[in-house]
């Protein structure tokens, strides 16, 4: 990556996957959000990540340049050549468990963006030899060569749980998940009761137990039906789940569908589901409570307890039977249903992109304002404090 000659400020954000990915989630979304944002603001924006088959190998999408190489092993030596060879004034190290090594070979400042810790799921994801290794890389190696980094997160949680693991809390910064205003839907809740859950189809959603807890009130809720929104790899063992628990024809399986499908199964659902094992914040709580619709996730599933505001837009629950009477409660109660969307409604309204923009961009500031951080400082600022840049001129080719 040559360098403009407007010298306009660049960042170089390194990431697992895109939004455009079979297995993108809500990270992904974080990330490309700031990014467009940041390019809007006047600053060249990279993205470096994997190659999936679904997107071009390099494009421009928002004014965000886009370099797709390696899969889901190689992509972090595809990230590496591409820092070597980037002019970049920050670099952006998203871990999503295992980090970039990024520090090894930037010649600038890294940032690192980490929206939650992995402790748990290593072991599903790798098995426990493999997952004992990454989780000594994640929970010892990174803390200390990113000794010196400053940290994003999206949580208070979070940002403890980096802190438990030695990482100086005077060096972590909690910007949260912005919102979009929900798209207009004509759909209302059923007259049913129903239940919904959006996520990423892989084992540490741990979505069996949104369909184990439809067979255990099926008894009580004949009429009762759970629709899973998302992809990924465990769409059919999914599926088979429902059959193995007598209630494939109480769960409908969407896969993936657009933004405005996947409003409209929201706002026609009682209640949504998180039971994850893990979220750094979870968007999609959020996005239900945008319209109306309460949650009901684990208490010790990380952000989930900063996005659920237990007792008014949501409850948590401490483990499956707790999980389960939750649900039940808030499907027998409806004034008391109604009470937590009207009070989610009205904190959803409260988040947006543009606050959160803003919080990152302070971030990239204080950066370039270190004198230890080796940054090239900043244009002069006007009135707003945001660098006075031209962006009238974007490139678009890419190699």
């Known amino acids: 990556m040559s360098r403009c000659p407007d010298n306009r400020p660049s960042v170089l954000l390194v990431n697992w996957r895109d939004t455009r990915h079979p297995e993108g989630g809500g990270s992904e979304r974080y990330v490309e959000r700031i990014a467009e944002g940041l390019a809007q603001l006047g600053y060249r924006v990279a993205i470096q990540c994997a190659d999936h088959g679904r997107a071009p190998l ?9 370099r797709r190489r390696g899969n889901k092993f190689t992509v972090y030596l595809h990230a590496l050549l591409a820092i070597l060879r980037s002019d970049a004034d920050v670099i952006v190290d998203v871990q999503n468990g295992m980090p970039f090594f990024s520090r090894l070979v930037a010649r600038c400042p ?42 994003i997160t999206v949580s208070n949680v979070t940002r403890n749980e980096l802190a438990a693991l030695g990482i100086e809390l005077r060096r972590t910064v909690v910007v949260p998940n912005g919102l979009d205003a929900p798209p207009a839907v ?54 088979q789940h429902a059959i193995d628990r007598g209630v494939a024809d109480r769960v409908v399986i969407h896969g993936w569908v657009d933004e405005h499908r996947k409003h409209e199964i929201l706002a026609g659902s009682w209640v949504h589901l998180c039971p994850s094992v893990k979220e750094g914040w979870g968007i999609v709580i959020m996005e239900a409570a945008a319209h109306g619709v309460p949650t009901v996730a684990y208490r010790s599933a990380g952000g989930v307890a900063e996005a659920i505001v237990e007792g008014e837009t ?20 409806h004034p008391r249903r109604k009470a937590m969307g009207a009070a ?55 190699e």
């Open 58 to 66: 390099g494009n421009w999408v928002a004014g965000v340049r886009f």
């Open 110 to 151: 890294v940032l690192v963006l980490v929206h939650h810790v992995h402790r748990e799921q290593w072991h599903s994801a790798l098995g426990p030899f493999f997952g004992r290794i990454g989780w000594w890389i994640e929970s010892w190696l990174a803390p200390r060569l990113y000794r010196k980094c400053r940290y």
């Open 186 to 239: 004509v759909a209302r809740p059923a007259q049913e009761p129903v239940l919904v859950a959006v996520s990423r189809l892989v084992p540490h959603k741990r979505l069996e137990h949104a369909i184990d807890l439809v067979a255990r009130l099926a008894p009580v809720w004949p009429k009762l039906r759970l629709e899973l929104v998302g992809e990924g790899p465990w769409k059919e063992v999914l599926r």
């Open 314 to 333: 949501g409850l948590l629950a401490g483990d499956f039977d707790d999980f389960t009477k939750h649900v039940d409660a808030l499907l027998r109660d």
């Open 344 to 398: 989610g409604r009205e904190r959803a309204q409260k988040f947006s992109w543009e606050e959160s923009l803003d919080a990152f961009e302070s971030v990239l500031h204080s950066v370039f304002a270190d004198p230890l951080s080796g940054a090239r400082p900043l244009r002069p600022s006007g009135q707003s404090g945001r660098p006075i840049l031209d962006n009238s001129r974007v490139a678009q080719q890419v």
